[in-house]
C-alpha cells in the first residue's frame, strides 16, 4: 500500500523568506500524481499544486515551486518570499495513475508559521 | 458553481445517537471519498466510492457505512455514534482520469458526540 510521510509537523519562516517542507511517499508503481494543498484557518482545503510522476520537469506555480525526485521517492514545496498569507497546514497527497480503484492519500501535514 | 457541498457544517450527537452526513457535488465526478481529520494525524480515507453504485472501504471504516445511490451524492452514516467519531469530516470529489486528478473538497463537518 501506499504511504505518505511528512517529517517536519511544524515549521516557521521569515516573512519574504524561502521554506522548503518535504514529503517522501513510498510506492511500487511508476505512473502517479502528487499534490500539495494548503489548509489555512477556514478548514479550506485549496490545491497548491500538482506534478505528474511522468513528467521530469518539476511544476510551479507562481512563488510555488516542487522538487520532484523520483527515483528517491521526495517531493519537496519550496514557498518563496513567504507572505503571511502562506501561514496554513500544508499537505502531500499521492494518487495512483493507473489503478481504477485508486484512491487520494495524504501525509499527516506540517504547520507552516510565517513570522512577521 | 457550488463544487462539493457538505451539509451539515456542525453537529454534537450525543454517544449511542445516529446521523447521516450528505455529500453532493455537481462537477459530475466519478469518484467520491469520505475522510475525517484528527489533530496529528492529518487525512485519513473512511470509504470511497468509483462510481454510482460502489463503495469500498478506506484507512479508518470502522464505525461507519455509505451509500452512493446517484453519482452526485455520497452520504457518510453513523449509526452509534462514540466519543472516538469526533472529528472533521471532509468529503471530497475527483475525476477517474485526466489532467485534472486532484480531490475537490467540501468545507468540512465538524462532529462532537458527547
Known amino acids: 500500500a501506499q504511504t505518505v510521510t511528512q517529517s517536519q509537523p511544524e515549521m516557521s519562516v521569515q516573512e519574504a523568506e524561502t521554506v522548503t517542507l518535504s514529503c517522501t511517499y513510498d510506492t511500487s508503481e511508476s505512473d502517479y500524481y502528487l499534490f500539495w494543498y494548503k489548509q489555512p484557518p477556514s478548514r479550506q482545503m485549496i490545491l497548491v499544486i500538482r506534478q505528474e510522476a511522468y513528467k521530469q520537469q518539476n511544476a510551479t506555480e507562481n512563488r510555488f515551486s516542487v522538487n520532484f525526485q523520483k527515483a528517491a521517492k521526495s517531493f519537496s514545496l519550496k514557498i518563496s518570499d513567504s507572505q503571511l498569507g502562506d501561514a496554513a497546514m500544508y499537505f502531500c497527497a499521492y494518487r495512483s495513475f493507473m489503478n481504477r480503484d485508486d484512491k487520494i492519500i495524504f501525509g499527516k501535514g506540517t504547520r507552516l508559521h510565517i513570522l512577521p | 458553481n457550488a463544487g462539493v457541498t457538505q451539509t451539515p457544517k456542525f453537529r454534537v450527537l450525543k454517544t449511542g445517537q445516529s446521523m447521516t452526513l450528505l455529500c453532493a457535488q455537481d462537477?459530475?465526478?466519478?469518484?467520491m471519498y469520505w475522510y475525517r481529520q484528527d489533530p496529528g494525524m492529518g487525512l485519513r480515507l473512511i470509504h470511497y466510492?468509483?462510481?454510482?453504485?460502489?463503495?469500498a472501504k478506506g484507512e479508518v471504516p470502522d464505525g461507519y457505512n455509505v451509500s452512493r445511490l446517484k453519482k452526485q451524492n455520497f452520504l457518510l452514516g453513523l449509526e452509534s455514534a462514540a466519543p472516538s467519531q469526533t472529528s472533521v469530516y471532509f468529503c471530497?470529489?475527483?475525476?477517474?482520469?485526466?489532467?485534472?486528478?486532484?480531490?475537490?473538497f467540501g468545507q468540512g463537518t465538524r462532529l462532537t458526540v458527547v
Open positions: 466510492s468509483v462510481g454510482e453504485g460502489t463503495t
Open positions: 471530497a470529489s475527483s475525476y477517474s482520469h485526466g489532467p485534472y486528478t486532484e480531490a475537490f
Open positions: 462537477m459530475n465526478h466519478e469518484y
